[in-house]
C-alpha cells in the first residue's frame, strides 16, 4: 500500500480478512484501507464486522470519521 500499489493492498488486506475473520485487525486495516481509497460505504460495513471481534479505539475512530464525511454525524 505505502509503495503506491493500492489495488494489489486492497486485494490482499480483503484476503487476508476473509481468510483470518477470527482476527477482526486484518479486517479492521480492510476497512481501514477502503477508507483510503474512498469506498466508504464498503468500509462503513466492513467496520461492522470487525466490531463483532475486535474492540480497538482505532476502530472507533476510523468509525468516527466514515460517519463523519458521510453525513452520518448523530452516530
Given at each position: 500500500?505505502?509503495?503506491?500499489r493500492k489495488t494489489e493492498a486492497l486485494?490482499?488486506?480483503?484476503?487476508?480478512?476473509?481468510?483470518?475473520?477470527?482476527?477482526?485487525?486484518?479486517?479492521?486495516?480492510?476497512?481501514?484501507?477502503?477508507?483510503?481509497?474512498?469506498?466508504?460505504?464498503?468500509?462503513?460495513?466492513?467496520?461492522?464486522?470487525?466490531?463483532?471481534?475486535?474492540?480497538?479505539?482505532?476502530?472507533?475512530?476510523?468509525?468516527?470519521?466514515?460517519?463523519?464525511k458521510t453525513g452520518k454525524i448523530q452516530?
Amino acid at each position: 500500500s505505502l509503495s503506491g500499489r493500492k489495488t494489489e493492498a486492497l486485494n490482499e488486506y480483503k484476503k487476508l480478512a476473509t481468510q483470518y475473520p477470527v482476527y477482526g485487525h486484518n479486517q479492521y486495516l480492510y476497512a481501514e484501507h477502503l477508507y483510503y481509497m474512498s469506498q466508504l460505504a464498503a468500509a462503513d460495513s466492513s467496520l461492522i464486522e470487525v466490531l463483532k471481534r475486535y474492540s480497538d479505539n482505532r476502530v472507533y475512530s476510523l468509525k468516527a470519521r466514515i460517519c463523519n464525511k458521510t453525513g452520518k454525524i448523530q452516530e
